[in-house]
């Protein structure tokens, strides 16, 4: 134990000040004896206080979702950009087509129509509700919506809750065509960047797996230019 020159009370080994008058404490008393016998159970319960704290802070900013926004478009909105799709996927563009960010959202959403409200891993009742992509001149960050839950235990129902994964990258020509390189990522407020990112890809990866053809016609385009808030792509088969 430390006594405290001011006052004199007893201080554990690992206090700088005292506990009683606040003074400094002058640690050259201390010894090894006196550190052995310390509460070190006091110390242990004051570290797991914090470590408890850190995990329950951890916990809530992965719960709370991000505002990525939601993309509303009309009719017409979404005929103009189907159109534009559809004549790099049947090769009759002549030139690069330019999207917006608001056509490649529409026809993003467009897409997860197939898997919304569908649960991807019934178990653990996972399914997904929206997603936004915003362009940036060099990556495009993607949001990915879900629902995870309700669970009913006994006479017990938790959640449902929401969950947003996000995954920051840029699209990539490699041998096998076009690839998204994931480089960071979050869970909800919590930036995980190795876990975040291998998560979020991995559900963007369920989210094109049931659609083949999805697939492998954004492999095959080439990116003449992405800038902020558009994308110019254009077939490789032309």
Same mark, same amino acid.
């Given at each position: 134990?430390i006594k405290?020159?001011?006052?004199? &009370?007893? +201080?554990a080994?690992? /206090?700088?000040?005292?506990? #009683?008058?606040?003074?400094?404490?002058? *640690?050259?008393? $201390?010894?090894?004896? &006196?550190? +052995?016998?310390?509460? /070190?159970?006091?110390?242990? #319960?004051?570290i797991?206080?914090?470590? *408890?704290?850190? $995990?329950?802070?951890?916990?809530?900013?992965?719960l709370?979702?991000?505002?990525?926004?939601?993309?509303?478009?009309?009719g017409?909105?979404?005929? $103009?950009?189907?159109?534009?799709?559809?004549?790099?996927?049947?090769?009759v563009?002549?030139?690069?087509?330019?999207f917006?960010?608001?056509?490649v959202?529409?026809?993003?959403?467009?897409?997860?129509q197939?898997v919304?409200?569908?649960?991807?891993?019934?178990?653990?009742?996972v399914?997904?509700?929206?997603?936004?992509?915003?362009?940036?001149?060099?990556?495009?960050?993607?949001?990915?919506?879900?629902?995870?839950?309700p669970w009913?235990i006994?006479?017990?129902?938790?959640?449902?809750?929401?969950?947003?994964?996000?995954?920051?990258?840029?699209?990539?020509?490699?041998?096998?065509?076009?690839?998204f390189?994931a480089?960071s990522?979050?869970?909800?407020?919590?930036?995980?960047?190795?876990?975040?990112?291998n998560?979020?890809?991995?559900?963007?990866?369920?989210?094109?797996?049931?659609?083949?053809?999805?697939?492998?016609?954004?492999?095959?385009l080439?990116?003449?230019?992405?800038?902020?808030?558009?994308?110019?792509?254009f077939?490789?088969k032309?």
């Open positions: 134990m405290c020159a001011q006052c004199g &009370s007893d +201080n080994p690992w /206090h700088l000040y005292c506990s #009683r008058c606040k003074s400094k404490l002058n *640690l050259g008393q $201390i010894t090894r004896e &006196s550190f +052995n016998s310390g509460n /070190h159970a006091g110390l242990l #319960r004051e797991l206080q914090y470590v *408890l704290f850190v $995990i329950i802070v951890c916990f809530m900013l992965a709370w979702p991000a505002q990525s926004g939601m993309v509303k478009a009309s017409t909105e979404l005929g $103009i950009a189907r159109d534009k799709l559809a004549k790099l996927q049947k090769g563009a002549t030139s690069p087509i330019e917006s960010e608001k056509e959202n529409i026809l993003f959403n467009y897409l997860l197939g919304r409200r569908q649960p991807d891993d019934k178990s653990a009742q399914s997904i509700y929206t997603g936004r992509v915003i362009i940036n001149q060099k990556t495009l960050t993607i949001y990915l919506n879900y629902h995870i839950g009913i006994g006479p017990v129902t938790i959640g449902p809750f929401q969950l947003t994964y996000k995954v920051t990258g840029r699209p990539e020509k490699g041998p096998d065509g076009l690839n390189i480089r990522g979050a869970i909800g407020h919590l930036p995980l960047p190795w876990l975040g990112r998560l979020g890809i991995t559900r963007l990866r369920q989210v094109f797996s049931p659609f083949k053809n999805a697939r492998l016609f954004l492999s095959e080439e990116i003449i230019e992405m800038k902020e808030g558009s994308i110019t792509v077939g490789a032309n």
